[in-house]
């Protein structure tokens, strides 16, 4: 199944910039790269996706490797609120599109 | 706009019971998608549905089922429930299947079979 590969935590001070990366070495010409949060006691919540460009929305950025193989999560500046649990995850299209969740990355945000 | 609402927020079912949980999926949104999260496996996928169709299945027993209505609202059944069923199910829409599409979470139902 789609699989990728993030570290189990990362910890950031408050008004920081945050980095969080993904591999996904196995990725295939059609995957998309979704990102999800999730804040404790509620469900994941969308961040952004890509392809192959980077893309930027109101929320964060991500940096597409040029070969795909691995991607970068960017907070811009974290706070408090977005301390939560980063899913990368890999999206196949076509009728057997699912969201395959991984562990993902617990994200801690220092005062 | 009313984000996806899932009901009830709290369940205590006995084993061996049968539980039904609700979705209600973002007005326009035709992709209904179905996740279990415990904390020993993470989130998993269960089914999920298109326009009142089962497009994919994730690997759960046949005791984990589901419909979707002519209004895209679904439903989750779980018959003859087990101990390990206690987990918080999810309920997520979108407005097609593809990879390039994103979805939207509900909070979830807290199952708990005692």
């Known amino acids: 199944d789609a699989k990728t590969t993030q570290p189990n935590s990362m910890e950031s001070n408050e008004e920081e910039p945050v980095h969080l990366p993904c591999n996904h070495s196995t990725i295939s010409g059609t995957d998309y790269i979704h990102w999800y949060r999730q804040l404790p006691s509620q469900g994941p919540e969308y961040v952004i996706h890509?392809?192959?460009s980077n893309v930027n929305n109101r929320m964060a950025s991500l940096a597409i490797a040029e070969d795909r193989k691995s991607s970068t999560l960017i907070l811009h500046r974290a706070t408090l609120r977005d301390a939560a649990v980063y899913y990368c995850i890999r999206a196949r299209g076509g009728s057997n599109y699912k969201l395959t969740f991984g562990k993902g990355t617990l994200l801690t945000v220092n005062p | 706009k009313a984000g996806v609402t899932q009901t009830p927020r709290y369940l205590i079912k006995t084993r061996g019971q049968q539980v039904t949980l609700s979705c209600s999926p973002i007005?326009?949104?035709?992709?209904v998608s179905w996740y279990q999260q415990t904390p020993g496996q993470g989130l998993q996928f269960l089914f999920e549905?298109?326009?009142?169709?089962?497009?994919n299945k994730g690997n759960f027993p046949g005791r984990f089922s589901g419909r979707q209505f002519s209004n895209s609202r679904s439903e989750m059944n779980v018959s003859t429930l087990e101990l390990g069923d206690s987990a918080l199910y999810l309920c997520a829409s979108s407005l097609a299947t593809a990879g390039g599409i994103g979805y939207t979470f509900g909070s979830g139902t807290r199952l708990t079979v005692v």
């Open positions: 549905y298109f326009s009142e169709t089962q497009r």
């Open positions: 890509g392809l192959t």
């Open positions: 007005s326009g949104h035709r992709s």
